[in-house]
């Protein structure tokens, strides 16, 4: 029996062309008629913000690094300026003077980049090392302090009480600021080595390795890469122009205004090597001074003797003076310096260093 012509269930109804998407699946699905796969993705690929929200410890810490950077370079700008107006160190320092700025630059390129890196998620090895880096500079540092501390303590300044408190204080808040610093280095090294951020950075690893549907070339395709190149750009020109002026300067410089500093060091007494603040005020080149006279606020009755006889040339009586005078008084500075005829204090030497009688 032939089912060519036979009626419809429904009692007869004239059969209609069906649409041209019946029978189709969804893509990748394949098709119910001929089981023939689909190109199509049969999901849609997860978002980047489904996965992991980028954690504030992260955030924080590249900010601390773009701080650490902007401060590097205020404090190479501040250097080169004073390069451009009063010249650059000679000699040794001069190579000193330019090692640690090109340090400086190159440590703010390190934690620029790094912090950049950082909140794209494509890494904190760069900021981490910068931060290890001045961490390390940073300790450096102290310890050099603290073995030079204790040369430091013996110069004797003949400051008076209050002057040495203010010295003290200025001493104290130097080592709390060193304290603070070396504490915020220890904070954003913790923040870069955060559980969390780690656990992001492997989260947008996988979003960054994981295939997405084109539709322009029907099939998977890896995603495009993140890149910094222009990011890098932006942070490697000014801080390059930066460094190439401070070569220039370091090599090449000379001070705008060269009279300035020489200037001010022969009027404050520059030639004078020692370290009383009687020196500094009243040295005159070597010349021999006069003592104070009778009715200045520094006369003293009872050394007015030795000093007089000093100045004449008496080189015993300025060591004499010298051993009888307070610590840090005028007189002891006058016959320590055989009145005035040396650039330093002899700490009861003229005899020694002039002989008995000088004119």
Known sequence: MSHAHRPAADGGASHQPEPAWSGRSAPGTGSPATGAPSTGPATAAPQESALVRRPVVAVAAAVFGFQAAAASLLLVLFADSLAVVLGVPEGGDRVWWIAAQLMSCALAAMLLLGGVQLIRGTGRLLLLVATVLELTLALGGLVWALVRWPEAEDVETGLPGVAGDLVDLVIGWLVATIALYLGWLVLRTLLVLAPSVGHWLRAERKVLQAS????????????????????????????????????????????????????????????????????????????????????????????????????????????????????????????????????????????????????
């Open 212 to 359: 997405v549907w084109s539709e322009e070339q029907g099939q998977w395709t890896s995603p495009p890469v993140r890149r910094t190149r222009r990011a890098g750009w932006a942070v490697l020109l000014p801080i390059g122009a930066l460094t190439l002026v401070t070569l220039l300067l370091g090599v090449f410089g000379k001070p705008l205004l060269p009279g300035l500093l020489g200037d001010a060091e022969t009027d404050a007494g520059a030639s004078y090597r020692g370290d009383s603040p009687w020196g500094l005020e009243f040295y005159q080149g070597g010349e021999p001074l006069s003592p104070p006279s009778a009715g200045d606020e520094l006369y003293l009755a009872a050394a007015d003797a030795d000093a007089r006889s000093c100045y004449a040339g008496d080189m015993a009586a300025c060591d004499a003076l010298y051993f009888a005078s307070p610590v840090g008084d005028v007189y002891e500075w006058y016959g320590s310096s055989c009145a005035g005829r040396l650039d330093h204090g002899s700490a009861g030497g003229c005899v020694d260093a002039l002989g008995l009688v000088v004119d």
